[in-house]
């Protein structure tokens, strides 16, 4: 399954969008039972637009046991600050 969240920053501008994607980067590939992982950030930039997006690919009987993961945990505290509003789609 995927996991798809997509971030609003609260200040738009490239340096907030690659300290975003630094912080949820440190997931990658530290955490077991996740298959694959990878961020992007939008280069549009339209009123629409969402400013980071992480997609995670698990298992779905992973998903709660990611979202109290300690490093996930850990990356949620440190990029609240600079985040205004996130959505999230999960899929089969």
């Known amino acids: 399954m995927k996991h798809i969240v997509f ?6 501008n490239e340096q907030n969008q690659d ?7 440190k997931m990658k590939g530290q955490i ?9 950030k939008d280069f549009l930039n339209s009123q629409r637009s969402f400013d980071v997006v992480l997609e995670v690919t698990l298992n779905k009987e992973d998903l709660d046991t990611y979202a109290d993961y300690p490093l996930h945990v850990a990356c949620k ?3 609240a ?4 509003k996130s959505v999230v ?3 089969e």
């Open 7 to 12: 971030f609003k920053l609260n200040e738009r």
């Open 32 to 40: 077991p039972f996740v298959q694959d992982m990878w961020v992007g």
């Open 81 to 84: 600050p600079l985040v205004s």
């Open 19 to 25: 300290a975003l994607i630094e912080i949820l980067n």
């Open 77 to 79: 505290n440190e990029f």
């Open 89 to 91: 789609c999960d899929v």
